[in-house]
């Protein structure tokens, strides 16, 4: 059992890497491709998008759909508790566009 919840830390774990409210941010709009979910993002490798989806499908941050075609494809959405999110991440949004017009 834990002596002290901190709220903040456990919203950090499962959001607080250098990656994860990008691509969270990305899929607000709706889903996306893999391919082109991972190009909003040029900077990410080809190992820590697939690192980084694999943990937030884990933790019900995002759903992962695979279409049986030749090439296959895979969709990721927001799930609900990726979607209520949203306030946080368009708030950073809002807050990075306005410290880089200073």
């Given at each position: 059992m834990q002596k002290h919840f901190c709220p903040l830390h456990f919203t950090m774990n499962l959001i607080g890497t250098k990656w994860k409210p990008l691509l969270l941010f990305h899929l607000l709009e709706g889903p996306?491709?893999?391919?082109?979910?991972?190009?909003?993002?040029?900077?990410?490798?080809?190992?820590?998008?697939?690192?980084?989806?694999?943990?937030?499908?884990?933790?019900g941050l995002i759903s992962r759909e695979v279409f049986a075609v030749v090439p296959p494809?895979?969709?990721?959405?927001?799930?609900?508790?990726?979607?209520?999110l949203?306030?946080?991440?368009?708030?950073?949004?809002?807050?990075?566009?306005?410290?880089?017009?200073e």
């Open positions: 996306l491709r893999s391919g082109i979910l991972q190009k909003t993002v040029p900077e990410i490798s080809n190992k820590m998008f697939t690192q980084t989806v694999r943990e937030l499908e884990k933790d494809r895979v969709d990721y959405q927001l799930t609900e508790k990726g979607k209520s949203a306030p946080i991440l368009r708030s950073l949004d809002a807050w990075g566009r306005e410290m880089s017009s």
